[in-house]
């Protein structure tokens, strides 16, 4: 260990350290460089025989032959795609990676079919029942198929899925949140009530309470007398003498009525009506 000095790195590939690192290193990168440009001639290979294959089944339909051409080529760049994404570590889930390689062989296996059916129609051979059924159906199947692919891929990997949780988790939070504000809300508006239905009560309450001390005696009696009291005041102003101390037909005064010539009794003004 001393004699690595003080700069070795414990990190750092034994492999590195012996004299044939670099070389290996080396041969290394040039390998990974060649993977890549294999796959790139294999996309361009196959997409050329698959788009003649479109343009075969599609026959003299111009937008027909469009719109499958653009089919190929989405088959040809969700294999590039899930290649290049596995090659940089970006599947780093068990279920992503399952998804990614799954995919990754059906287009693969469409790629190889629209290849194989392409050389044998230029070739002047037969098609198989496979071959048949891939150039009328699974061709306009592909680009659906490697669309699905792509969507699984994506919500399979771990980071979304756990942004996806976090944002669940938020938005229950926020939903407790609202839930809280309408119970609290509800919970004001029914103490409000009930105050509201108190005063009601306490209303009512008071004003039977009024009636019947309205209906009382003694109230009836005060409202006598001040009526006969304003009484003679507005006789007086019409002129008509009402003795001082005059207060009904109750007579608590103490005097008797006065007896009237013809042998009646003489009443107060307004007793007509009074029950003798």
């Given at each position: 260990?001393?004699?690595?000095?003080?700069?070795?790195?414990?990190?750092?590939?034994?492999?590195?350290?012996?004299?044939?690192?670099?070389?290996?290193?080396?041969?290394?990168?040039?390998?990974?460089?060649?993977?890549h440009?294999?796959?790139?001639?294999?996309?361009?290979?196959?997409?050329?025989?698959?788009?003649?294959?479109?343009?075969?089944?599609?026959?003299?339909?111009?937008?027909?032959?469009?719109?499958?051409?653009?089919?190929?080529?989405?088959?040809?760049?969700?294999?590039?795609?899930?290649?290049?994404?596995?090659?940089?570590?970006?599947?780093t889930?068990r279920?992503?990676?399952?998804?990614?390689?799954?995919?990754?062989?059906?287009?693969?296996?469409?790629?190889?079919?629209?290849?194989?059916?392409?050389?044998?129609?230029?070739?002047?051979?037969?098609l198989?029942?496979?071959?048949?059924?891939?150039?009328?159906?699974?061709?306009?199947?592909?680009?659906?198929?490697?669309?699905?692919?792509?969507?699984?891929?994506v919500?399979?990997?771990?980071?979304?899925?756990?942004?996806?949780?976090n944002?669940?988790?938020?938005?229950?939070?926020?939903?407790?949140?609202?839930?809280?504000?309408?119970?609290?809300?509800?919970?004001?508006?029914?103490?409000?009530?009930?105050?509201?239905?108190?005063?009601?009560?306490?209303?009512?309450?008071?004003?039977?309470?009024?009636?019947?001390?309205?209906?009382?005696?003694?109230?009836q009696?005060?409202?006598?007398?001040?009526?006969?009291?304003?009484?003679?005041?507005?006789?007086?102003?019409?002129?008509?003498?009402?003795?001082?101390?005059?207060?009904?037909?109750?007579?608590?005064?103490?005097?008797k009525?006065?007896?009237?010539?013809?042998?009646?009794?003489?009443?107060?003004?307004?007793?007509?009506?009074?029950?003798?």
């Amino acid at each position: 260990m001393s004699e690595l000095g003080d700069d070795y790195d414990v990190f750092v590939d034994d492999l590195l350290l012996e004299d044939d690192g670099p070389r290996y290193a080396t041969i290394g990168i040039w390998g990974i460089t060649l993977l890549h440009v294999m796959k790139a001639a294999f996309v361009v290979y196959s997409g050329a025989h698959n788009i003649q294959a479109a343009m075969i089944a599609t026959g003299d339909n111009t937008f027909a032959m469009a719109a499958q051409i653009m089919g190929v080529l989405v088959l040809e760049a969700t294999i590039s795609a899930l290649y290049m994404a596995g090659m940089a570590g970006k599947i780093t889930g068990r279920l992503q990676a399952l998804v990614a390689i799954f995919f990754w062989a059906i287009g693969m296996a469409m790629a190889s079919a629209g290849i194989v059916a392409d050389s044998r129609l230029h070739a002047g051979y037969e098609l198989g029942t496979l071959l048949t059924w891939y150039l009328t159906t699974g061709l306009f199947l592909a680009p659906v198929i490697m669309v699905i692919g792509s969507v699984l891929v994506v919500f399979t990997d771990l980071v979304l899925q756990q942004q996806i949780a976090n944002s669940r988790d938020r938005t229950a939070i926020e939903r407790d949140k609202v839930r809280t504000t309408v119970l609290a809300e509800k919970a004001a508006h029914q103490s409000r009530r009930i105050v509201h239905n108190i005063r009601l009560g306490a209303q009512k309450q008071l004003a039977i309470e009024a009636r019947k001390y309205y209906q009382s005696d003694e109230v009836q009696s005060v409202l006598r007398e001040t009526a006969m009291v304003a009484l003679q005041d507005v006789m007086r102003q019409a002129g008509i003498h009402v003795p001082s101390g005059y207060q009904g037909a109750s007579g608590t005064n103490g005097k008797k009525p006065v007896a009237e010539p013809n042998g009646a009794k003489s009443r107060p003004f307004g007793s007509e009506n009074m029950t003798p």
